[in-house]
């Protein structure tokens, strides 16, 4: 079984940074079941919707159109960590934000449905 924990949420003012952490039990970041790290975001009323992703070696890395250029990802395996860093926050960015785990293949990674494992969440708070 895998456990994924997510923290590093908070509350910032507009233009600021927050780096968001999701640590990996159970497996070893780079298994099988755990080759995609993904970040999801819940915002009051709205649907779970894509933020980043990135592949097992890191070569790889996706990114909702609304925060490329201002949000990064990484994964360290040796730490069982993958990280999302976020900078130029905007009011907008608000929301719950998950980590997830998928294993490879998938046809694309910017759906819940391709994840397997989810940690329970951190609060984003971007005040403006």
């Known amino acids: 079984q895998v456990q994924l924990v997510e923290s590093g949420g908070g509350l910032v003012q507009a233009g600021g940074s927050l780096r968001l952490s999701c640590a990996a039990s159970?497996?070893?970041?780079?298994?099988?079941?755990?080759?995609?790290m993904g970040w999801f975001r819940q915002a009051p009323g709205k649907e779970r919707e894509f933020v980043s992703a990135i592949s097992w070696s890191g070569g790889n890395t996706y990114f909702h159109d609304s925060v490329k250029g201002r949000f990064t990802i990484s994964r360290d395996n040796t730490k069982n960590t993958v990280y999302l860093q976020m900078n130029s926050l905007k009011p907008e960015d608000t929301a719950v934000y998950y980590c997830?785990?998928?294993?490879?293949?998938?046809?694309?990674?910017?759906?819940?449905?391709?994840?397997?494992?989810w940690g329970q969440g951190t609060q984003v708070t971007v005040s403006s």
């Open positions: 159970g497996r070893t970041l780079g298994s099988y079941v755990m080759d995609v």
């Open positions: 997830a785990a998928a294993r490879p293949y998938r046809r694309s990674y910017r759906y819940t449905s391709a994840y397997d494992y």
